[in-house]
């Protein structure tokens, strides 16, 4: 579940790159960029959370 979940994270963070990409104005451009880093590190930090973790049993 811990790889769905950062690639969800991954995900987000491709889709306001493509939207900074399309952003008229510089400002936008800029915050869009900023929440792409955002969701890139939440997507990073999550994994190594996860891998530092015990493995769980059912």
């Known amino acids: ?3 769905s979940q950062a690639k969800a994270l ?3 963070a491709e889709m306001f790159e493509r939207r900074a ?3 008229a104005d510089p400002i936008s451009r ?3 960029r ?3 880093a ?3 590190r939440l ?3 999550h994994l190594e959370i996860n891998q530092s ?3 769980r049993q059912a």
């Open 1 to 3: 579940m811990a790889k």
């Open 10 to 12: 991954q995900e987000k």
């Open 21 to 23: 990409l399309r952003a």
């Open 30 to 32: 800029q915050h869009y």
């Open 34 to 36: 900023e929440m792409a």
């Open 38 to 40: 955002h969701y890139r």
């Open 43 to 45: 997507a990073t930090e």
């Open 53 to 55: 973790e015990p493995a």
